[in-house]
């Protein structure tokens, strides 16, 4: 078996994974590229018996796209301006709206109700012009050792299941310094005054690295009461994707209290849920418990994946894309007993962020999920009844690098572009309100 427990398997595993070469580039060290025969052979010895070790079959889905359609009817508002490099957007049962920003600040956008008694953003309640940041309430959270170069700072933040009672909110964030940096989870109370308090940690990853990229830190909560986090494969360090021992390029489940659950796929590796990945972005819980997962891959490959606990989704061992100077990273786009992504995309388009779309507010795209990208600019919806998972582009009038990407209690969309003078953009059916909204 490939991660066996004793010594001189963990030591003929380092001695095979030292041999793949990486190609680096934008600033990180540049190592030779080797011959896709030396690839061939080591990667074979890698990963000769890896269906035994983890017991994971492939998933051949389809991976077919709509023609592209653009034609989904919103009114499209800016409902929040002048936003600094914003990571996460969040809504609170009051339909307000936080966004985490960088550098660890939170703005609240209120949400307000209109003279009809229907829910409206600002603008719609009368101001002029959507309202700029500089306006909204903010706090600076006071995140230890806060990392913010490169694609760190704060990332990502989620409620608790119990927030009515609890008011609980978790925060992922980069942590340390250029040579030893990390991700780190804190949770925080929201209280009366709308600020966040009794900041306390939960966990961090145990593998530091010298890169400032690739953290990962998208949180969803299970039915359980526990919790996921993404990790990613720190850039430099792809190989640790596929070492069970390593937190890099993973999927770790958790508790509120930072412990592992006692129910695991890996006895040796009790955090680890699943493993193989690059930079895993948008991660989604279904209603019937079903986790979806994309993921940014190098130069072409970005996946989406349904994730099975103890499941290999392949990185850096399979992959659909190229390395960014178009070295070979693999010569296989399978491999026996690795997980097959339901979608690729390739040429990238750099997802960022993913939402479940079920409400009746924009019936077309009931049963789907909502891919925002970077690099497409564009949304992208993927529909969820199609056993091919097809996907078209969703929503032609925003245009713009997607950070994140939510479903409003109004069933309208929120997207959050990306950037120094960033926005909360609102997107509602020329009729905004066609359906009932609850707001208690």
């Known amino acids: 078996m490939l991660f066996s427990n004793s010594e001189s398997a963990r030591l003929g595993n380092k001695m095979a994974i030292n041999k793949m070469r990486v190609y680096k580039i934008s600033g990180f060290k540049k190592h030779r590229t080797q011959s896709i025969s030396r690839h061939v052979a080591i990667l074979l010895l890698m990963f000769l018996n890896v269906q035994?070790?983890?017991?994971?079959?492939?998933?051949?889905?389809?991976?077919?796209?709509?023609?592209a359609q653009t034609s989904d009817?919103?009114?499209t508002t800016a409902i929040a301006k002048d936003l600094?490099?914003?990571?996460?957007?969040?809504?609170?049962?009051?339909?307000?709206?936080?966004?985490?920003?960088?550098?660890?600040?939170?703005?609240?956008?209120?949400?307000?109700?209109?003279?009809?008694?229907?829910?409206?953003?600002?603008?719609?309640?009368?101001?002029?012009?959507?309202?700029?940041?500089?306006?909204?309430?903010?706090?600076?959270?006071?995140?230890?050792?806060?990392?913010?170069?490169?694609?760190?700072?704060?990332?990502?933040?989620?409620l608790s299941p119990d927030f009515s009672t609890s008011r609980i909110i978790l925060f992922s964030y980069s942590k340390g310094t250029d040579?030893?940096?990390?991700?780190?989870?804190?949770?925080?109370?929201?209280a009366d005054d709308g600020q966040i308090k009794a900041l306390t940690p939960v966990m961090e990853i145990k593998d530091s690295k010298a890169t400032p990229v690739h953290f990962g830190g998208k949180l969803v909560a299970m039915n359980d009461s526990t919790w996921l986090v993404t990790t990613g494969d720190g850039f430099d360090y792809r190989e640790q994707a596929q070492v069970l021992s390593s937190q890099l390029g993973k999927v770790l489940r958790f508790t509120l209290e930072g412990e592992p659950v006692s129910?695991?796929?890996?006895?040796?590796?009790?955090?680890?849920?699943?493993?193989?990945?690059?930079?895993?972005q948008g991660l989604v819980k279904m209603?019937?418990?079903?986790?979806?997962?994309?993921?940014?891959?190098?130069?072409?490959?970005?996946?989406?994946?349904?994730?099975?606990?103890?499941?290999?989704?392949?990185?850096?061992?399979v992959t659909l894309g190229r390395d960014y100077s178009g070295a070979t990273i693999s010569p296989f786009n399978h491999y026996e007993?690795?997980?097959?992504?339901?979608?690729?995309?390739?040429p990238s388009i750099a997802p960022s962020s993913m939402a479940i779309y079920n409400h009746n507010?924009?019936?077309?795209?009931?049963?789907?999920?909502?891919?925002?990208?970077?690099?497409?600019?564009a949304l992208y919806a993927v529909d969820l009844s199609s056993q091919s998972f097809q996907y078209r582009k969703v929503f032609s009038s925003v245009n713009q690098r997607v950070r994140d990407v939510a479903v409003g209690n109004d069933g309208g969309v929120y997207v959050l572009t990306d950037g120094e003078r960033a926005e909360l953009i609102q997107l509602l059916p020329p009729n905004p309100f066609i359906a009932e909204t609850n707001l208690d």
């Open 52 to 67: 035994s070790a983890f017991g994971v079959s492939a998933n051949i889905s389809g991976k077919s796209a709509l023609k």
């Open 73 to 75: 009817t919103a009114i």
């Open 84 to 158: 600094h490099y914003p990571k996460a957007l969040l809504q609170l049962p009051d339909s307000s709206w936080l966004v985490a920003e960088r550098d660890g600040t939170i703005v609240t956008v209120p949400y307000t109700v209109n003279s009809s008694g229907k829910p409206s953003s600002p603008q719609q309640a009368g101001s002029a012009q959507a309202s700029a940041r500089k306006t909204l309430a903010q706090q600076k959270l006071p995140l230890p050792q806060l990392y913010q170069k490169g694609q760190g700072g704060l990332l990502h933040m989620a």
């Open 179 to 190: 040579d030893a940096n990390r991700l780190a989870i804190m949770r925080g109370v929201l």
């Open 263 to 280: 129910n695991v796929p890996f006895n040796n590796a009790p955090f680890v849920y699943t493993l193989g990945h690059r930079n895993p």
């Open 287 to 317: 209603q019937n418990g079903d986790v979806y997962l994309n993921e940014h891959g190098p130069d072409g490959g970005d996946e989406l994946n349904k994730l099975t606990p103890g499941a290999n989704y392949g990185w850096p061992v």
């Open 337 to 346: 007993g690795m997980v097959n992504p339901l979608v690729d995309w390739t």
């Open 361 to 377: 507010t924009f019936p077309a795209l009931s049963n789907h999920l909502l891919v925002s990208a970077l690099k497409a600019k």
